[in-house]
T-cell receptor, first 115, second 112 residues
Framework: DTEVTQTPKHLVMGMTNKKSLKCEQHMGHRAMYWYKQKAKKPPELMFVYSYEKLSINESVPSRFSPECPNSSLLNLHLHALQPEDSALYLC??????????????FGPGTRLTVL | DQQVKQNSPSLSVQEGRISILNCDYT??????FLWYKKYPAEGPTFLIS?????DKNEDGRFTVFLNKSAKHLSLHIVPSQPGDSAVYFC???????????FGPGTRLSVLP
């Protein structure tokens, strides 16, 4: 299984809603990432989990809250978002194998619209 | 300041010809580079990589060239096919475990 899956594919939420994005991989990867991508822009890194521990938080507002319940799962909890948070949210994973080529495998993304 | 640049926002190539996508970087600590392809409404797909100990890496129709002194890399697609039409991102990292910085992307259109 060389796939990263993300649910839901699409999400529309109001500014007062609480929702969660989910990401799953079964490749044994020990690093998982959340990226945000706006239209016609490259992905921007939000969070990195290495060995289930948050290792990087790229100054993301607290209305985005990541969670890594185990090595295969990554969640992004959303609360009190703003319309400008509407974007494609991409999850990725990589093996973190020493000496290996640490390419990231991306999921298809969740397209989020905040009304 | 953009550390990874792809100065051509778009490129059109005839089917069967060579596509050359370019990428420049400014951070001399970068030593590992990836190319990703992205179709609309899909996540980026890893295409090919190269580390700084090499100056060329080939995988089927795709070849990546690295010129460290010029801080430049390029992706060659030969022959180009209509299914190659996508946005191509160059990404660079400063070593194992370091995160990737993405370029802005180049939209490739392969015309039948």
């Amino acid at each position: 299984d060389t796939e990263v899956t993300q649910t839901p594919k699409h999400l529309v939420m109001g500014m007062t809603n609480k929702k969660s994005l989910k990401c799953e991989q079964h490749m044994g990867h020990r690093a998982m990432y959340w990226y945000k991508q706006k239209a016609k822009k490259p992905p921007e890194l939000m969070f990195v989990y290495s060995y289930e521990k948050l290792s990087i938080n790229e100054s993301v507002p607290s209305r985005f809250s990541p969670e890594c319940p185990n090595s295969s799962l990554l969640n992004l909890h959303l609360h009190a978002l703003q319309p400008e948070d509407s974007a494609l949210y991409l999850c990725a994973s990589s093996s973190l194998m020493a000496g290996g080529l640490d390419e990231q495998f991306f999921g298809p993304g969740t397209r989020l619209t905040v009304l | 300041d953009q550390q990874v640049k792809q100065n051509s926002p778009s490129l059109s190539v005839q089917e069967g010809r060579i596509s050359i996508l370019n990428c420049d970087y400014t951070n001399s600590m970068f030593d590992y580079f990836l190319w990703y392809k992205k179709y609309p409404a899909e996540g980026p797909t890893f295409l090919i990589s190269i580390s700084s100990i090499k100056d060329k890496n080939e995988d089927g129709r795709f070849t990546v060239f690295l010129n460290k002194s010029a801080k430049h890399l390029s992706l060659h697609i030969v022959p180009s096919q209509p299914g190659d039409s996508a946005v191509y991102f160059c990404a660079a990292s400063a070593g194992y475990g370091q995160n990737f910085v993405f370029g802005p992307g180049t939209r490739l259109s392969v015309l039948p």
